[in-house]
Protein backbone atom coordinates (compact mmCIF):
# COMPACT_ATOMS: atom_id res chain seq x y z
CA UNK A 1 0.00 0.00 0.00
CA UNK A 2 1.77 3.72 -1.00
CA UNK A 3 -0.04 6.50 0.37
CA UNK A 4 -1.07 8.85 -1.87
CA UNK A 5 -1.04 12.76 -2.94
CA UNK A 6 -4.41 12.76 -2.15
CA UNK A 7 -4.60 10.87 1.07
CA UNK A 8 -1.63 13.16 1.89
CA UNK A 9 -3.56 16.46 1.33
CA UNK A 10 -6.76 15.23 3.16
CA UNK A 11 -4.79 14.16 6.03
CA UNK A 12 -4.92 18.00 6.88
CA UNK A 13 -8.98 16.98 8.17
CA UNK A 14 -8.15 14.60 9.87
CA UNK A 15 -6.87 16.29 12.72
CA UNK A 16 -5.07 14.00 14.92
CA UNK A 17 -5.72 11.33 13.20
CA UNK A 18 -3.93 12.59 9.85
CA UNK A 19 -1.12 10.81 10.89
CA UNK A 20 -2.01 7.54 10.81
CA UNK A 21 -2.75 7.02 7.16
CA UNK A 22 -1.14 3.98 5.75
CA UNK A 23 -0.44 0.77 7.26
CA UNK A 24 1.22 -0.48 10.24
CA UNK A 25 3.07 -3.79 11.95
CA UNK A 26 3.72 -4.33 15.45
CA UNK A 27 5.94 -7.27 16.82
CA UNK A 28 5.96 -6.39 20.62
CA UNK A 29 2.61 -6.68 21.62
CA UNK A 30 1.41 -7.80 25.08
CA UNK A 31 -2.14 -9.58 25.62
CA UNK A 32 -3.55 -9.95 29.33
CA UNK A 33 -6.67 -11.71 29.02
CA UNK A 34 -9.02 -14.51 30.49
CA UNK A 35 -7.66 -17.89 29.48
CA UNK A 36 -9.49 -20.90 28.85
CA UNK A 37 -9.79 -21.25 32.69
CA UNK A 38 -11.03 -18.15 33.12
CA UNK A 39 -8.04 -17.50 34.93
CA UNK A 40 -5.07 -14.84 33.46
CA UNK A 41 -3.08 -15.97 30.20
CA UNK A 42 -0.37 -13.45 29.02
CA UNK A 43 0.26 -13.69 25.07
CA UNK A 44 2.94 -12.27 23.33
CA UNK A 45 1.43 -11.25 19.79
CA UNK A 46 2.28 -9.57 16.07
CA UNK A 47 -0.10 -7.23 14.23
CA UNK A 48 -0.88 -4.99 11.52
CA UNK A 49 -3.43 -2.14 11.46
CA UNK A 50 -4.16 -0.64 8.04
CA UNK A 51 -5.77 3.09 8.31
CA UNK A 52 -7.11 4.14 4.99
CA UNK A 53 -9.58 8.10 4.43
CA UNK A 54 -12.87 7.50 3.95
CA UNK A 55 -13.57 11.40 2.84
CA UNK A 56 -15.78 13.63 4.12
CA UNK A 57 -19.29 12.18 6.14
CA UNK A 58 -21.81 14.71 6.47
CA UNK A 59 -24.82 14.21 9.32
CA UNK A 60 -26.71 17.56 8.87
CA UNK A 61 -24.54 20.21 10.51
CA UNK A 62 -22.00 17.80 11.84
CA UNK A 63 -19.15 16.95 9.62
CA UNK A 64 -16.60 14.35 10.26
CA UNK A 65 -13.80 13.49 8.26
CA UNK A 66 -12.41 9.73 8.91
CA UNK A 67 -10.35 6.66 8.70
CA UNK A 68 -11.60 3.13 7.74
CA UNK A 69 -9.45 0.74 9.37
CA UNK A 70 -8.59 -2.77 9.97
CA UNK A 71 -6.58 -4.65 12.31
CA UNK A 72 -5.32 -8.94 12.95
CA UNK A 73 -3.38 -10.01 15.64
CA UNK A 74 -1.15 -13.40 16.07
CA UNK A 75 -0.07 -14.74 19.08
CA UNK A 76 3.98 -14.73 18.72
CA UNK A 77 4.62 -18.37 16.48
CA UNK A 78 0.62 -18.95 15.31
CA UNK A 79 -0.20 -19.22 12.06
CA UNK A 80 -3.77 -17.81 12.54
CA UNK A 81 -5.09 -14.57 14.27
CA UNK A 82 -6.70 -14.69 17.69
CA UNK A 83 -7.98 -11.10 17.49
CA UNK A 84 -9.76 -9.13 14.36
CA UNK A 85 -11.53 -5.72 15.01
CA UNK A 86 -12.70 -3.58 12.52
CA UNK A 87 -14.06 -0.07 12.30
CA UNK A 88 -14.17 3.95 12.00
CA UNK A 89 -11.25 6.41 13.29
CA UNK A 90 -13.23 9.60 13.21
CA UNK A 91 -12.54 13.16 13.79
CA UNK A 92 -15.32 15.93 14.21
CA UNK A 93 -13.44 19.42 14.51
CA UNK A 94 -16.16 21.49 16.16
CA UNK A 95 -16.67 19.17 18.90
CA UNK A 96 -12.72 18.24 19.11
CA UNK A 97 -13.93 15.33 19.48
CA UNK A 98 -12.03 11.57 18.05
CA UNK A 99 -14.06 8.48 17.70
CA UNK A 100 -13.45 4.72 17.24
CA UNK A 101 -16.16 3.05 16.16
CA UNK A 102 -15.38 -0.85 15.86
CA UNK A 103 -16.34 -4.23 15.91
CA UNK A 104 -14.93 -7.55 16.97
CA UNK A 105 -16.28 -10.67 15.36
CA UNK A 106 -16.85 -12.25 18.78
CA UNK A 107 -20.21 -10.40 18.93
CA UNK A 108 -18.98 -7.05 20.52
CA UNK A 109 -19.40 -3.35 19.19
CA UNK A 110 -17.88 -0.30 20.39
CA UNK A 111 -18.26 3.74 20.52
CA UNK A 112 -14.99 5.11 22.14
CA UNK A 113 -14.65 9.03 22.10
CA UNK A 114 -12.41 11.73 23.82
CA UNK A 115 -11.81 15.26 23.76
CA UNK A 116 -8.62 16.10 21.76
CA UNK A 117 -6.66 19.32 20.27
CA UNK A 118 -6.28 19.47 16.07
CA UNK A 119 -2.45 18.84 16.66
CA UNK A 120 -2.63 16.53 19.07
CA UNK A 121 -0.04 13.24 19.08
CA UNK A 122 -1.57 11.95 21.83
CA UNK A 123 -5.26 11.23 22.62
CA UNK A 124 -7.51 8.97 24.63
CA UNK A 125 -10.50 7.24 24.32
CA UNK A 126 -13.66 5.85 26.36
CA UNK A 127 -16.20 3.73 26.68
CA UNK A 128 -18.84 2.49 29.35
CA UNK A 129 -21.75 0.09 28.71
CA UNK A 130 -25.06 1.59 29.49
CA UNK A 131 -23.83 4.85 28.01
CA UNK A 132 -26.23 6.61 24.53
CA UNK A 133 -22.86 8.33 23.45
CA UNK A 134 -20.02 6.31 23.99
CA UNK A 135 -20.97 2.94 24.86
CA UNK A 136 -21.10 -0.90 24.38
CA UNK A 137 -22.91 -3.08 23.16
CA UNK A 138 -22.56 -7.27 23.22
CA UNK A 139 -24.38 -10.71 22.31
CA UNK A 140 -25.85 -12.32 25.13
CA UNK A 141 -23.21 -14.61 25.93
CA UNK A 142 -20.42 -12.11 26.50
CA UNK A 143 -23.08 -10.17 28.33
CA UNK A 144 -23.76 -12.85 30.59
CA UNK A 145 -19.92 -14.08 31.36
CA UNK A 146 -17.65 -11.58 30.25
CA UNK A 147 -19.70 -8.12 30.61
CA UNK A 148 -17.59 -5.21 28.96
CA UNK A 149 -18.22 -2.54 31.74
CA UNK A 150 -15.70 -0.06 30.61
CA UNK A 151 -12.97 0.50 27.23
CA UNK A 152 -10.37 3.12 27.59
CA UNK A 153 -7.94 4.07 25.22
CA UNK A 154 -4.75 6.19 24.63
CA UNK A 155 -3.35 6.71 21.39
CA UNK A 156 0.46 8.12 20.90
CA UNK A 157 1.64 9.20 17.56
CA UNK A 158 5.61 9.92 17.04
CA UNK A 159 6.77 10.39 13.13
CA UNK A 160 6.50 6.40 12.54
CA UNK A 161 5.89 4.99 15.34
CA UNK A 162 2.18 4.58 16.75
CA UNK A 163 2.06 3.65 20.52
CA UNK A 164 -1.99 1.85 21.91
CA UNK A 165 -2.75 1.11 25.29
CA UNK A 166 -5.80 -0.75 26.12
CA UNK A 167 -8.06 -1.44 29.19
CA UNK A 168 -11.62 -3.67 28.70
CA UNK A 169 -12.54 -3.89 32.40
CA UNK A 170 -14.49 -7.11 32.50
CA UNK A 171 -17.27 -8.35 34.63
CA UNK A 172 -16.99 -12.04 34.71
CA UNK A 173 -19.83 -14.14 35.85
CA UNK A 174 -18.51 -16.06 39.54
CA UNK A 175 -15.96 -13.18 39.99
CA UNK A 176 -16.39 -9.69 42.72
CA UNK A 177 -13.79 -8.26 41.21
CA UNK A 178 -13.47 -7.06 37.66
CA UNK A 179 -11.13 -8.44 35.33
CA UNK A 180 -8.66 -5.88 33.46
CA UNK A 181 -7.96 -7.32 29.88
CA UNK A 182 -4.93 -5.21 29.08
CA UNK A 183 -3.54 -5.17 25.27
CA UNK A 184 -0.78 -2.87 23.92
CA UNK A 185 1.67 -2.45 21.85
CA UNK A 186 4.26 -0.15 19.38
CA UNK A 187 3.59 -0.38 15.93
CA UNK A 188 5.79 1.22 12.81
CA UNK A 189 4.55 2.32 9.45
CA UNK A 190 5.65 0.37 7.16
CA UNK A 191 3.89 2.53 4.15
Not at 138 to 164: A, C, G, P, W
Request: glycine residues 10%; charged residues 30%; contains cysteine.
Amino acid sequence: MTITQVELDYAKDLGPLGGLIGEWEGSRGDDVAPGKDRGIENSKYRETIIFTPIGRVDNHEQILFGLRYHKKAWRIGAPDPFHEDTGYMLWDAAERQVMRCFVVPRGIAVIAGGTAAADATTFALRADVGSTTYGICSNQFLDREFRTVRFDVKFTLDDDNLTYEEVTELQMKGRAESFRHTDGNTLRRVT
